[in-house]
Nanobody
């Protein structure tokens, strides 16, 4: 099994910046895709940014140009940096990993989710 622990988030002023971190643990040899989703109040969960183990990234249109996703394959961590936040960025941010190969060579295509990191954008 894979466990995800998120850190960061909290209260951010409009126009401010955000940094979220997520660490995956377990019997992990390789993770194909890591990234972040978010769920605004009373809305569905949506993609923010993903990054493959080869460094290919995918961003939601709403965050392009002000968001950077990065990962450390050796440490199985993924970070999200976002700037110029506005109230529409307020949400619970979830770390996501999928495509996990364990140390004994078993492949899991399952989506794994973190516990969620609330982000509030307010002055």
């Amino acid at each position: 099994q894979v466990q995800l622990v998120e850190s960061g988030g909290g209260l951010v002023q409009p126009g401010g910046s955000l940094r979220l971190s997520c660490a995956a643990s377990g019997s992990i040899f390789k993770i194909e895709t890591m990234g972040w989703y978010r769920q605004p109040p009373e809305k569905q969960r949506e993609l923010v940014a993903l990054i493959t183990d080869e460094g290919v990234t995918n961003y939601a249109d709403s965050v392009k140009g002000r968001c950077t996703v990065s990962r450390d394959n050796a440490r199985n961590t993924v970070d999200l940096q976002m700037s110029k936040l506005d109230p529409e960025d307020a949400a619970v941010y979830y770390c996501n990993v999928r495509g996990v190969i364990t140390n004994v060579g078993v492949y899991y295509g399952t989506n794994y989710w973190g516990q969620g990191a609330p982000v509030t954008v307010s002055s």
